[in-house]
């Protein structure tokens, strides 16, 4: 029907006359009271927030010189933060002169990284920021 009629017929049961769809063809309007309809537009919205999948962003410290079982210990948990859903920021502090060796925070970087590859992409590419080395992995999509 051509609008001038829609706008009768909303005005003969008192109500608004509101667009729903314009990128159909031809758009698509609902005759509905407008507080009402915005109203239900507000309780959509809200339930959408409430239902979206917020990502957190978790850290965990390694350290240059660390045992083998403390490695695979931060491993296991960066795997399960990933499995999750979330960020995980990669950082190692040196401190003294282990700064001297940048190479062994590197390479646990590195092993992290390649034992992850699976189940995560590297968002931030390991990096040197004072005396901390950074990276920051992402789940990939399944």
Known sequence: MTKAEALEKAREVDK?????????QPP??????LAKYKYQE????AKNRKTA???DLKEVRFSPFM????????LN???????????????LMFKGRAITKKEFGYEIFDRVISETSEIATVEV????????????LMPSKK
Request: charged share 40%; net charge positive; proline share 2%.
């Open 16 to 24: 608004d006359l509101v667009l729903v769809n314009e990128k159909a």
């Open 28 to 33: 698509i309007v609902k005759i509905i009271d």
């Open 42 to 45: 507000q309780q959509r919205e």
């Open 53 to 55: 999948k917020s990502q």
């Open 67 to 74: 045992g083998e079982g403390d490695l695979v210990a931060r």
């Open 77 to 91: 948990k960066v795997k399960k933060f990933l499995e999750k859903g979330d960020k995980v920021r990669l950082s």
């Open 125 to 136: 590419e390991p990096k040197m920021l004072g005396k901390k080395l950074m990276a920051q």
